[in-house]
């Protein structure tokens, strides 16, 4: 089923009014949920919704809280979020970077108090835009194994880089862990299996039916007494396959999140505060040469890459072009929702006096006469 980009827009904007966030906040945050779902990327996108109303109910986050600057330099930043929502603490110290590495060509910051923020890549392109280099971070709830290890202590602690090109930024943004719990819940959500070696269970042994992953991770992430295994390193299973490589980047991630935050380590984030910490920094490419050069650079590199001799029926792809060919799509399509988002937002709607819309209540009623037609159900 599929709706509107503006029409999703307008829908996440009246629940976010409800919900007591500011017309600036909700904006935001709605704009961060459609990026995602016009890129492909809906693990991040409006099927979030049901999670970040749960954590407004149980006071992880604020909707009224606003971040505070707590330690200022003319290249750094330490911010509380002060439990707003990781999208206004993240967007706001984005804006705050990008002004001071304008001046002085770098600069950078780290965020405490704070949670789920969407895309990593959402807060590097701001800084694309501006012509800046971008780097996120975020350290997440405890999802991933160690190498060799059977329970989970790691957050899949997202990385995104960015970099002026054409037709569109070099854009990489990605769990350092083997996949996203997000990308998990979305299989789940339409009854699909794991197409790789992704989670393990308490014995570190595969799982590929993606509601039992799930329900572990969910389990794993939110209660006290954490079951045994998670999802894994980048790397995969076996230490032969430098599955340590993956786990020093969660550590990287982790050191410049958590620890300098002094916030909790992913590992800690099931309980107490719940808080999670965030880094981003900008860099001005215009320190080391003619800005339009390196992009025309950078450009043909990409060009040279894409153009490589390659296996029959493939493509070569530099990250950030599938997401940028989705958006360009799914402008014209509209966002893809699945059956289950769609229950989501009729209960989180109804909760808050919003109108699931309309198109998006006829198409699923189409669907559902279809599946009681093939059953036989009269």
């Known amino acids: 089923m599929r709706i509107s980009a503006e029409t999703e827009r307008q829908f996440l904007e009246a629940v976010f009014k409800a919900q007591r966030f500011s017309a600036k906040d909700g904006a935001l945050l709605a704009d961060t949920l459609v990026d995602a779902d016009l890129r492909g990327i ?15 109910k149980d006071h992880t986050l604020e909707p009224t809280h606003q971040p505070k600057i707590l ?44 949670n789920h923020f969407g895309t990593a890549g959402y807060y590097s392109r701001m800084a694309c835009k501006a012509g800046l280099i971008g780097i996120s971070t975020t ?33 990489f943004d990605g769990a350092t862990a083997v996949v996203s719990s997000g990308k998990i ?8 299996q794991i197409p790789g070696d992704w989670a393990v269970d ?31 390193t980048l790397g995969g299973q076996q230490e032969v396959n430098s599955n340590y490589k993956g786990f020093g980047n969660s550590l990287i991630i982790e050191l410049l999140t958590g620890i300098l935050a002094q916030g909790s380590l992913s590992a800690d984030t099931n309980t107490g505060k719940h ?9 001005n490419p215009a320190l080391f040469g003619d800005p339009e050069v ?27 072009d599938r997401e940028y060919r989705h958006y360009d799509e799914n402008l014209v399509q ?36 279809i599946i009681v037609t093939k059953m036989g159900i009269t």
């Open 202 to 232: 308490e014995h570190r042994q595969v799982l590929h039916d993606a509601q039992t992953v799930e329900d572990n991770l969910a389990k794993i992430a939110f209660s006290e007494n954490r079951p045994g295994g998670g999802v894994l």
């Open 294 to 320: 390196l992009k025309a650079n950078v450009t043909t590199m990409f060009d040279r890459i894409r153009h490589l001799k390659h296996l029959p029926g493939t493509k070569i792809m530099i990250p950030g």
């Open 42 to 56: 809906s693990s991040h996108g409006i099927q979030r919704l049901t999670w970040y109303t749960r954590m407004i």
């Open 71 to 114: 330690n200022e330099t003319p290249t750094s930043l330490l911010i509380d979020a002060n439990q707003s929502m990781g999208q206004i603490a993240s967007a706001f110290t984005m804006n705050k970077l990008i002004e001071k590495t304008k001046q002085l060509g770098v600069s950078l910051a780290v965020i405490r108090n704070s």
């Open 139 to 171: 350290n997440t709830r405890p999802l991933v194994v160690p190498t060799n290890a059977t329970e989970a202590f790691l957050g899949s602690n997202a990385l995104a880089f960015t970099f002026p090109a054409d037709p569109h930024p070099f854009v």
């Open 185 to 192: 819940q979305v299989l789940a959500k339409k009854g699909a």
């Open 334 to 369: 509209g966002v893809s929702i699945d059956p289950q988002t769609l229950t989501e937002m009729q209960q989180v709607g109804a909760e808050f006096g919003v109108a699931v819309p309309a198109a998006l209540k006829a198409q699923f009623g189409v669907v559902a006469a």
């Open 275 to 283: 808080d999670f910490s965030q880094f981003f920094m900008t860099i």
